[in-house]
């Protein structure tokens, strides 16, 4: 009763009433949803559930239809559908104008993305037009007792993680990178409400026009999100040509070879190998971490993997305290050893 008196409390109820509902952003390119899409259904029926309201799919393109589908199979009680040919290949001005669009009329609460280029690119476009916050990169989200999404990210380089409400302001936007979230179980033959909606756009209105879209061949070459084996060098290994035992190692397991930012720095490494807070956020089975001391921005990309292996010759570096197995020594000695050990196998 004492809340119920205070102004400030009163006025900010005002302002977030009439907003309901989680959604998530549905990413495609060519019809193909991106992965992260369906790890935010997960999070977020999660919080549909905390807050008592639906988990709705946004999907957007040119006969992407059977993405809503895809959505109610993995979890979404409803999909806002816009299909039309304008929004085929993705260009901000036309998905800017379609998701404030939705937004202004059926207000969710909560609006997630995947932090990929195009999830980036949006959000930031998104909340600026739609006035309210935006917090990028969150690896926790959650609900608090006043149905504010709390927010978590690291902050001031990964020194604190920082838990980043919106008060006051709706709807509340977060985007999350891939591999952040685990992957929900899909249930085919769950269904949901599609509810199609038209933007009153054309082709005329948009100043960009897409040409051509040629596929960057070396991108996508390794993926080290989505690899299920992982391992990872750092300053450790010293040289670029001693990285060949750490790919002989990755060969053996069916796996790949990351890095740590010193490792990429140097040159040792290409940029999308990097592994932490500046690179990729990873969740393998096996994360075997080779020469690398586990500084606080290495650990957020890489300490949800299933099992984690640590070869260092300190036995007090910070990765120990990360992983199940910690093995002290030269990794000059010990990885040859693995790779031996895995031949007789
Ligand atoms: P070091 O810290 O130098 O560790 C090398 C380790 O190798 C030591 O523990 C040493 O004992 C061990 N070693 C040496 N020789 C051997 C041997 N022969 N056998 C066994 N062990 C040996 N870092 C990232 O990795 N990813 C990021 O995304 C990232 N983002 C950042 C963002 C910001 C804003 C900042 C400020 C920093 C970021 N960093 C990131 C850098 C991070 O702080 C560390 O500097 C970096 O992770 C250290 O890399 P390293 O562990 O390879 O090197």
Redesign the pocket.
């Known amino acids: 009763a004492e809340e119920d008196a205070d102004p400030e409390e009163l006025a900010r109820r005002e302002l977030v009433a009439g907003y309901r509902g989680v959604w998530v952003f549905v990413e495609q390119t060519e019809g193909e949803a991106a992965r992260v899409s369906w790890e935010l259904m997960g999070k977020g029926k999660e919080l549909a559930a905390k807050l008592g309201v639906e988990l709705c799919a946004v999907v957007m393109g040119d006969q992407v239809g059977h993405l809503c589908r895809e959505a109610f199979s993995y979890g979404a009680d409803k999909a806002y559908l816009m299909d039309q040919l304008v929004l085929k290949h993705y260009r901000t001005y036309p998905y800017l104008d379609a998701l404030c669009h939705l937004i202004d009329k059926f207000k969710p609460e909560i609006v997630l993305m995947g932090a990929t280029g195009m999830g980036r690119d949006l959000a930031g476009a998104v909340a600026t037009r739609v006035k309210t916050g935006l917090t990028a990169d969150c690896t926790g989200l959650d609900i608090d007792a006043k149905r504010n999404l709390m927010q978590t990210r690291p902050a001031f380089?990964?020194n604190i993680m920082a838990t980043i409400m919106c008060d006051r302001f709706r709807p509340q936007m977060a985007t999350v990178r891939s591999h952040v979230m685990p992957m929900p179980a899909q249930m085919p033959g769950c269904t949901g409400k599609i509810v199609p909606v038209s933007l009153p756009i054309s082709e005329a209105d948009i100043f960009t026009k897409v040409l051509q879209v040629i596929r960057d061949k070396k991108a996508g070459d390794v993926d080290i999100a989505g690899a299920e084996f992982i391992v990872s060098?750092?300053?450790?290994?010293?040289a670029k040509e001693n990285f060949a035992i750490l790919q002989e190692l990755a060969d053996e397991l069916g796996g790949v070879v990351g890095?740590?930012?010193?490792?990429?720095d140097a040159g040792w490494m290409p940029g999308d190998r990097?592994?932490?807070?500046?690179?990729k956020t990873v969740r393998p089975k096996i994360y075997i971490a080779?020469?690398?001391?586990?500084?606080?921005?290495?650990l957020?990309?890489m300490q949800d993997s299933d099992l984690i292996v640590a070869?260092?010759?300190?036995k007090e570096?910070p990765?120990f305290e990360v992983a199940n197995y910690g093995i002290v020594?030269?990794?000059?000695d010990?990885v040859p050893a693995l790779i031996a050990a895995l031949r007789e196998m």
């Open positions: 380089g990964g060098g750092g300053r450790g290994m010293m890095a740590s930012r010193s490792a990429v990097q592994v932490g807070q500046t690179g080779c020469g690398i001391s586990g500084a606080i921005q290495h957020v990309g070869i260092n010759r300190d570096a990765i020594g030269d990794l000059f010990v």
